[in-house]
């Protein structure tokens, strides 16, 4: 079920958050650090939600957009990760003042946590009274009829075809997307922009906004058309594009340049979230959502890691330029992938065969 995932997600999110408000002085980094790992252990709960969420409260016409608006919250989140810390932190010459700027920014995290989670723990439902599609309905009856354990679940995700290449193309957008986004002023700094700390700071946040309106956009075209091979293969191709755009637009050292490639960047490389989450209900139907995201998501967050700290060792020792060129490497070998493969996309048949079947009858 929903419910309870959500509960402890936002649950050790808030703890987290009031860990860190223990973190304020020079002795005290190792708070921050303990407070922050157990915030980003809720990811293990909270990043596979928006799928679940969209496939078992909405109907067949709304399901990409909703997913697409629950990828778009965590995209805000992120912008307002970058934003707000930048405003409300002041590069003061008394430490203790940043330090106090530091404990206004826990305390108003700790306090919108708490909230998020009093109003889940009040309000979230489980699931709807009916199931909002035929597909949900039918899904639901196969759950009932037939129950399997983890291990046979994992044994038919391993032989669907569709869902081990979705899994590899998608882990490629997550390693590129952690990699880049984390080493980007590092790679700001090795051009001469202006204040390139805080330069890199504002590009992070063009790109993660662009990010989220493509998420959305993604969405309402896969709810209106349902080409999931079509636009797959776009979306994932025109992030290689602004792969390639940002990457030989840095040495010219134009900002506007750079915020246009970056916006172009990234509003196909996080947009393809919505369609790869979108995409994994569609080939992997009627199997539980939560487990199907969930696998895809565990795999990403590992590849990440790998990819960040490979990315990283790149960067310092080959330079920005070709450190982004091998990550085009393999944005190209997702494109591909996206291309010549054909998804078999079974919760579609599913709606086909119980319009069909309404007809007949």
């Not at 005290?28 to 709960?45: D, I, K, P, R």
């Not at 959502?289 to 790149?314: D, K, N, P, R, W």
Request: negative net charge; glycine residues 10%; proline residues 4%.
């Amino acid at each position: 079920g929903l419910r309870w995932p959500m509960i402890v997600g936002t649950f050790v999110t808030a703890v987290g958050a009031c860990i860190k408000i223990g973190s304020i002085g020079r002795d005290l980094f190792w708070v921050a650090f303990v407070g922050q790992t157990v915030a980003a252990m809720s990811q293990a709960f909270m990043l596979s939600i928006p799928p679940v969420i969209a496939a078992v409260w909405f109907g067949e016409h709304e399901v990409s957009t909703a997913c697409s608006i629950g990828v778009f919250g965590d995209q805000a989140g992120i912008v307002l990760g970058f934003l707000i810390p930048a405003v409300m932190v002041r590069d003061h010459a008394n430490v203790e003042e940043i330090g106090d700027d530091l404990l206004w920014v826990y305390y108003i995290s700790a306090g919108f946590n708490i909230f998020c989670l009093v109003i889940t723990v009040l309000f979230f439902k489980n699931k709807p009274p009916l199931p909002p599609s035929p597909q949900q309905a039918m899904q639901k009856e196969n759950a009932a009829e037939n129950k399997s354990g983890i291990i046979s679940l994992m044994k038919r995700l391993m032989r669907n075809k569709s869902y081990v290449l979705l899994t590899i193309a998608y882990c490629i957008n997550q390693a590129v997307l952690n990699a880049f986004s984390t080493l980007l002023n590092q790679i700001i700094m090795q051009y001469d922009y202006e204040d390139p700390e805080g330069f890199g700071g504002r590009i992070g946040v063009v790109l993660v906004a662009a990010g989220m309106v493509g998420s959305i956009i993604f969405g309402i075209i896969l709810d209106r058309t349902r080409t999931y091979r079509l636009t797959s293969s776009v979306v994932f191709g025109l992030s290689l594009v602004g792969m390639f755009a940002f990457t030989y637009t840095l040495p010219t050292n134009s900002e506007a340049a750079l915020y246009s490639t970056t916006a172009i960047f990234g509003f196909f490389l996080i947009g393809y979230m919505t369609v790869a989450f979108d995409l994994t209900v569609e080939v992997t139907y009627p199997e539980p959502e939560s487990m199907t995201s969930g696998f895809i998501t565990l795999v990403h967050q590992l590849v990440g890691c790998i990819a960040t700290i490979g990315y990283g060792e790149m960067v310092r020792g080959i330079g920005a330029e070709w450190s982004n060129n091998t990550l085009s490497v393999f944005l190209f070998i997702g494109t591909l992938i996206h291309i010549f493969t054909k998804p078999e996309l079974r919760r579609q048949a599913a709606l086909d065969s119980s319009t069909t079947t309404g007809k007949v009858s």
